[in-house]
């Protein structure tokens, strides 16, 4: 299948080069060229061109401003008959407006964010979150499997927006929680390593640290952090996009606002382009 990726971040990077291993022939358009030119993929110039590429189109886009900026470009020209999928994390609303846009122009459209990071994506093991409707995302099936361990069609476009910010929220809060109970362990003998493999086996851990636990620890022993997958401010992004939705809810969740007012403080000191696994290591030192 000829396929079109729009943003070639961290993830939309790795997604390209699964879609590229599994044979199909990927081309790519980023907003910031130079990030995507080495890549190994053919760079479109504009969103139109990989449109024009491309039967089915894929985003992965930093907010809700850009998916809504980038598909005002996609859906201008002649886009009838293609798929269109959006695996953004952004909040329900915008992938409603775009699956309303893409209606009226004749193309079809299914939001698919996804659970995991870029290992998994370049594995072809991430978690999705479907939502469309059930023909639609029927027709998108078996491209998101290539993508995907697990994919759940949870309802309506707007549906897997709402799923992806509701899973997103407890990991990522866990960081600082995370931190503040290393902080009840400062005068412990115990190294990192240890700290983390004994937390790491109570019903207190998530999943994240199985593999990401000894990362965690060898921050906290001094080392840097890992090549970033998810980086601090894409996670405070997340968080606002939390909060947003939950006021437009009519709901508050002070948790992640406290978490996010600590996350602005590790921005602040110059953390913002590193990987969350300083998060812990922060929180402990303040």
């Known amino acids: 299948m000829k396929i079109g990726v729009a943003g070639t971040g961290r993830m939309g990077a790795a997604i390209a080069a699964r879609l590229k291993a ?3 022939d990927v081309a790519v358009w980023n907003r910031t060229a130079a990030k995507a030119r080495g890549l190994g993929f053919p760079l479109m110039e504009s969103p139109q061109n990989l449109v024009s590429h491309a ?10 401003g850009a998916v809504r900026a ?3 470009e996609m859906l201008r020209g002649n886009v009838e008959g293609r798929l269109f999928i959006d695996m953004s994390t952004v909040r329900p609303q915008v992938a409603k407006e775009i699956a309303k846009q893409c209606a009226r122009a004749g193309a079809t459209f299914v939001e698919c964010p996804v659970g995991g990071s870029v290992g998994p994506a370049k594995e072809g093991k991430l978690f999705g979150f479907a939502g469309g409707e059930a023909g639609d995302v029927a027709r998108a099936l078996p491209l998101l499997e290539q993508l995907c361990r697990r994919v759940e069609h949870v309802g309506p476009a707007g549906a897997g927006a709402a799923v992806k910010l509701a899973v997103n929220l407890p990991l990522l809060v866990y960081y600082q929680a995370l931190g503040e109970s290393l902080s009840l362990l400062k005068n412990s003998s115990l190294k990192p390593e240890a700290i983390m493999d004994i937390i790491g086996d109570t019903s207190g851990a998530p999943a994240m640290l199985k593999n990401r636990g000894p990362q965690i620890a060898a921050v906290l022993a001094g080392s840097e952090p890992p090549p970033p997958s998810v980086d601090v401010d894409t996670v405070r992004k997340d968080l606002r996009e939390m909060l947003a939705e939950a006021q437009s809810l009519g709901v508050a969740l002070p948790v992640v606002a406290a978490a996010l007012a600590c996350y602005d403080e590790a921005s602040k000191a110059g953390l913002g382009a590193k990987d969350c696994t300083v998060l812990p290591a922060f929180a402990l030192k303040k």
């Open 70 to 72: 980038v598909y005002g």
């Open 22 to 24: 599994a044979g199909h």
């Open 55 to 64: 039967q089915c189109i894929l985003s992965m886009l930093s907010d809700g």
